[in-house]
């Protein structure tokens, strides 16, 4: 059953990246030139998605992966030209759509604007979850995590946003802007209360690779849950 923690912050990450911030993240998941500070988050969010890439098998043949909250799709291209069946999904059709549109032709990626969560998905070897929980509470962040793990026989890999001097301090910063300039709130979680958490909420998995990326104005930790 859907907290209602979950399903309220879903809700706002789909009105903010749908009506206010589809071209910036259009612009920032480009070649396009942009400001110093957003240089940064895209090379902190390059560097975080090779890390996840590189946790994967190099050869997906015959697997299916579930990129959940796909955004505008790079790593669901990745994935797929290793020959991995891939499932991109996002609340953000916008995203979802640039995605499409720019993805070469040819590949298995079937994208879809919805919950990550939905039954109807399947089951899969592989799960990405790069930074489409970093608004969340920590128990929610366990709670998805459970149920992703429900319907993968493999990994997920997910990043959450590190609770550090550094990251309060950005994000301090980031409140003295006007609100219709602003991304949803990101939610600091402390690393061993989150680690503990998904040990409770997922008994049967354990805790494999991680790896915290701190660039500029990006910083995103990863973590590796192994359900197989």
């Given at each position: 059953m859907?907290t209602?923690?979950?399903?309220r912050?879903?809700?706002n990450?789909?009105?903010y990246?749908d ?10 998941t480009s070649?396009?030139?942009v400001?110093?500070?957003r240089?940064?988050v895209?090379?902190g969010r ?5 890390t996840l890439?590189?946790w994967?098998?190099?050869?997906m043949?015959g697997l ?8 505008t799709?790079?790593?669901a291209v990745e ?8 499932v991109?999904i996002d609340?953000a ?6 995605g499409?549109?720019?993805a070469?032709a040819?590949?298995?990626?079937d994208?879809?604007?919805?919950d990550?969560?939905?039954?109807a998905?399947?089951r ?6 790069m930074?489409?929980l970093?608004h969340?509470?920590?128990r929610?962040i ?8 429900e319907?993968?026989?493999?990994s997920?890999?997910?990043?959450f946003?590190p609770?550090?001097?550094l990251l309060?301090?950005?994000l301090?910063?980031?409140r ?10 990101i ?6 209360h989150?680690?503990?958490?998904i ?6 998995a ?5 790896r ?9 930790h990863a973590?590796?849950v192994?359900?197989?």
């Amino acid at each position: 059953m859907v907290t209602a923690t979950y399903d309220r912050f879903r809700g706002n990450l789909e009105t903010y990246f749908d009506r206010t911030a589809a071209k910036a993240w259009e612009q920032l998941t480009s070649d396009a030139p942009v400001s110093g500070i957003r240089a940064t988050v895209r090379a902190g969010r390059t560097e975080m998605r090779n890390t996840l890439l590189s946790w994967l098998p190099h050869d997906m043949r015959g697997l299916r992966l579930l990129d959940a909250g796909c955004g505008t799709g790079a790593l669901a291209v990745e994935a797929a030209q290793r020959g991995a069946h891939v499932v991109a999904i996002d609340v953000a059709g916008s995203l979802v759509a640039i995605g499409r549109d720019r993805a070469p032709a040819g590949l298995a990626i079937d994208w879809r604007v919805g919950d990550m969560l939905d039954p109807a998905l399947g089951r899969f070897d592989h799960v990405v979850a790069m930074d489409s929980l970093i608004h969340y509470q920590p128990r929610d962040i366990a709670w998805v995590v459970a149920r992703l793990a429900e319907n993968t026989h493999g990994s997920i890999a997910m990043t959450f946003a590190p609770r550090t001097v550094l990251l309060a301090a950005m994000l301090g910063v980031g409140r003295l802007f006007p609100r219709a300039d602003k991304s949803p709130a990101i939610l600091p979680v402390r690393d061993r209360h989150l680690r503990t958490l998904i040990g409770q909420t997922v008994p049967h998995a354990r805790i494999g690779r991680d790896r915290r990326i701190s660039a500029g104005f990006y910083t995103s930790h990863a973590l590796e849950v192994v359900t197989a």
